[in-house]
């Protein structure tokens, strides 16, 4: 007897107690401002930049900071909440049919006999219940089931719809660590790199390292040192102070015309090129060497090479210019010509055969067949140094006549061009 | 919640309705038990012989009568003899079974004697 109440109590909680369905969605709304954070990340890196002013070369080092650097995003952030509940309309629905009929029982009672049912009794000796009192019962109770349910249903359909709070958000929309907080350097200074002793360190204060030509004749370094720690150099820069230290010799050295009367064309050509670098630097004092210069390339019949001289870029853009007049194999049938190194002097030529030595940093023993000839190469030029020992190679070259080095009588070949060959 | 509580009250209440008068309550005994005459040893319990179930019983007690009141046994002690009567269904028309008339008989011997006329 007793589950009946517990029953429609537990019906009517499990409806009017329903708790709301809630979806939330983030939208992102317009951006307000866009701003930068910098942040110290506590290291330092140190950068030297190079300034050639004849007879001045100045370093300047400067240490940074590393500083990690966001740029962030400041926008509106809409947060939408949207309420509903999915059985709002079948408690409405279920609660309004339940209350209807159960407020109809209780309205029609009159109409419904109020005699007891005498066909039976029941285990208490009690006769059963007469109909008005059965369609009270069912009034009331589905009266009971279905107000609170039609209110539920009421309520959270009031309650549905949406929400939206709106407020402040930032995000980072790139993120790059840079040099900031430039000074110059202070500390002791050392020279790292090139051959023998190292220069004398040097305390610099102010971040400036001023070295004169006359310095640097006696100098020789690849980079710096503050306090232990390298300095970065673009390649430019380490192109000019290259530069610069080699133009420190070239333009230090005695030059009158009867010395260079007596150098032989390549020789000068080799200078006059050196020389010409040279202008790159800002008053170096260059112009009276390159007229000297020229005047013994006229007095020896030669001019010097044409400022619009082809620039040669590639073994074929050698071919293309000079036009071999021979092609010396190990199986060439010309090869005997090479014997007689004088004759061919000044003829571009074509050689292919091995790499045997290397009498000095410049000059070159390559094997052709049975005959060996001494290559000069163009230590500027960057692919002189690529080839080691017995490997084969190809070259575009002038013949520049027969050459005594050591014990070693040799047609020596200008190299204009030379690669590996297969 | 009062509404609650009120709809089942009303539930409750709506179940059952008014006491029935004695001679209501043991005319529904004697229907029961003549239903189940042909049990063994009720017919002689009942000492009824080949006389007519019902008229006889309802002779006997007296509970024919609209102003029958129970005195011995009681209304309560009449209840609960019927009980295993009822047990099944309180429909007048469903028969007792015979093991059920037998519950009644060991255990209540006093509305056995009472429908005895003894």
Same mark, same amino acid.
């Given at each position: 007897?007793?589950?009946? #109440?517990?029953?429609?109590?537990? !019906?009517?909680?499990?409806?009017?107690?329903?708790?709301?369905?809630?979806?939330?969605?983030?939208?992102?709304?317009?951006?307000?401002?866009?701003? !930068?954070?910098?942040?110290?990340?506590? +290291?330092?890196?140190?950068?030297?930049?190079?300034? !050639?002013?004849? #007879?001045?070369?100045?370093?300047?080092?400067?240490?940074?900071?590393?500083? =990690?650097?966001?740029?962030?995003?400041?926008?509106?952030?809409?947060?939408?909440?949207?309420?509903?509940?999915?059985?709002?309309?079948?408690? *409405?629905?279920?609660?309004?049919?339940?209350?209807?009929?159960?407020?109809?029982? /209780?309205?029609?009672?009159?109409?419904?006999?109020?005699?007891?049912?005498?066909?039976?009794?029941?285990?208490?000796?009690?006769?059963?219940?007469?109909?008005?009192?059965?369609?009270?019962?069912?009034?009331?109770?589905?009266?009971?089931?279905? @107000?609170?349910?039609?209110? &539920?249903?009421? @309520? +959270?359909?009031?309650?549905?719809?949406?929400?939206?709070?709106? =407020?402040?958000?930032? !995000?980072?929309?790139?993120?790059?660590? %840079?040099?900031?907080?430039?000074?110059?350097?202070?500390?002791? /200074?050392?020279?790292?790199?090139?051959?023998?002793?190292?220069?004398? $360190?040097? &305390? *610099?204060?102010?971040?400036?390292?001023?070295?004169?030509?006359?310095?640097?004749?006696?100098?020789?370094?690849?980079?710096?040192? *503050?306090?232990?720690?390298?300095?970065?150099?673009?390649?430019?820069?380490?192109?000019?102070?290259?530069?610069?230290?080699?133009?420190?010799?070239?333009?230090? %050295?005695?030059?009158? $015309?009867?010395?260079?009367?007596?150098?032989?064309?390549?020789?000068?050509?080799?200078?006059?090129?050196?020389?010409?670098?040279?202008?790159?630097?800002?008053?170096?004092?260059?112009?009276? =060497? /390159?007229?000297?210069?020229?005047?013994?390339?006229?007095? +020896?019949?030669?001019?010097?090479?044409?400022?619009?001289?082809?620039?040669?870029?590639?073994? %074929?853009?050698?071919?293309?210019?000079?036009?071999?007049?021979?092609?010396?194999?190990?199986?060439?049938?010309?090869?005997?010509?090479?014997?007689?190194?004088?004759?061919?002097?000044?003829?571009?030529?074509?050689?292919?055969?091995?790499?045997?030595?290397? %009498?000095? +940093?410049?000059?070159?023993?390559?094997?052709?067949?049975?005959?060996?000839?001494?290559?000069?190469?163009?230590?500027?030029?960057?692919?002189?140094?690529?080839? $080691?020992?017995?490997?084969?190679?190809?070259?575009?070259?002038?013949?520049?006549?027969?050459?005594?080095?050591?014990?070693?009588?040799?047609?020596?070949?200008?190299?204009?061009?030379?690669?590996?060959?297969? | 919640?009062?509404?609650?509580?009120?709809?089942?009250?009303?539930?409750?209440?709506?179940?059952?309705?008014?006491?029935?008068?004695?001679?209501?309550?043991?005319?529904?005994?004697?229907?029961?038990?003549?239903?189940?005459?042909?049990?063994?040893?009720?017919?002689?319990?009942?000492?009824?012989?080949?006389?007519?179930?019902?008229?006889?019983?309802?002779?006997?007690?007296?509970?024919?009568?609209?102003?029958?009141?129970?005195?011995?046994?009681?209304?309560?002690?009449?209840?609960?003899?019927?009980?295993?009567?009822?047990?099944?269904?309180?429909?007048?028309?469903?028969?007792?079974?015979?093991?059920?008339?037998?519950?009644?008989?060991?255990?209540?011997?006093?509305?056995?004697?009472?429908?005895?006329?003894?």
């Amino acid at each position: 007897m007793s589950w009946k #109440p517990w029953v429609a109590a537990t !019906a009517a909680l499990v409806v009017g107690c329903a708790p709301m369905q809630a979806e939330r969605r983030v939208e992102r709304g317009p951006v307000l401002r866009t701003y !930068a954070k910098e942040e110290v990340l506590g +290291q330092r890196t140190l950068a030297a930049t190079a300034e !050639a002013r004849w #007879p001045k070369l100045t370093l300047r080092l400067i240490t940074s900071d590393v500083c =990690r650097l966001e740029q962030r995003e400041e926008y509106v952030e809409n947060t939408i909440t949207e309420h509903y509940e999915p059985s709002a309309a079948p408690a *409405i629905s279920g609660g309004a049919a339940n209350a209807a009929v159960g407020l109809g029982l /209780l309205l029609a009672r009159p109409l419904f006999s109020n005699e007891p049912d005498r066909d039976a009794i029941d285990r208490e000796g009690r006769y059963g219940a007469s109909s008005r009192k059965i369609a009270t019962g069912w009034g009331v109770a589905l009266v009971s089931l279905g @107000v609170p349910s039609l209110v &539920t249903g009421v @309520v +959270q359909l009031l309650r549905s719809g949406e929400e939206t709070q709106t =407020r402040k958000a930032d !995000a980072v929309v790139s993120l790059r660590e %840079e040099a900031c907080h430039p000074r110059p350097a202070t500390g002791t /200074l050392e020279f790292a790199g090139g051959p023998g002793a190292p220069p004398t $360190p040097r &305390t *610099i204060t102010d971040g400036v390292l001023e070295l004169t030509a006359d310095e640097l004749l006696t100098m020789s370094f690849a980079g710096v040192l *503050i306090d232990g720690e390298p300095a970065a150099m673009s390649d430019e820069d380490q192109e000019l102070v290259s530069t610069f230290r080699l133009c420190s010799r070239v333009l230090a %050295e005695p030059m009158t $015309p009867e010395a260079l009367a007596k150098e032989d064309v390549s020789h000068l050509q080799l200078v006059r090129k050196r020389v010409v670098g040279c202008k790159a630097i800002s008053g170096a004092p260059a112009e009276d =060497r /390159l007229k000297l210069l020229d005047a013994a390339l006229a007095a +020896q019949g030669s001019a010097a090479p044409p400022p619009d001289e082809p620039e040669i870029n590639s073994f %074929e853009d050698a071919v293309a210019a000079h036009k071999p007049a021979w092609n010396f194999t190990a199986d060439s049938e010309d090869l005997a010509r090479l014997e007689n190194a004088e004759a061919l002097r000044g003829q571009a030529v074509v050689l292919r055969g091995v790499l045997e030595r290397r %009498e000095e +940093q410049n000059i070159a023993v390559v094997r052709v067949g049975e005959v060996r000839v001494l290559v000069f190469l163009d230590e500027e030029r960057k692919w002189a140094s690529d080839f $080691p020992k017995g490997s084969r190679v190809e070259l575009v070259g002038a013949v520049m006549g027969q050459q005594q080095l050591g014990e070693l009588e040799a047609p020596l070949v200008r190299a204009l061009w030379m690669r590996p060959a297969l | 919640m009062r509404l609650l509580v009120l709809g089942s009250l009303a539930w409750l209440l709506a179940c059952s309705g008014p006491p029935a008068p004695d001679a209501a309550l043991c005319q529904d005994v004697v229907t029961r038990l003549c239903q189940a005459r042909g049990c063994p040893g009720l017919n002689e319990q009942l000492a009824l012989g080949t006389q007519d179930c019902q008229g006889t019983l309802l002779g006997r007690t007296a509970c024919g009568e609209e102003e029958f009141a129970f005195s011995e046994p009681s209304r309560e002690r009449f209840l609960f003899c019927r009980q295993p009567l009822v047990k099944r269904s309180t429909d007048p028309g469903k028969a007792p079974t015979c093991e059920e008339v037998a519950t009644v008989v060991k255990d209540c011997p006093d509305v056995i004697d009472f429908m005895g006329g003894r």
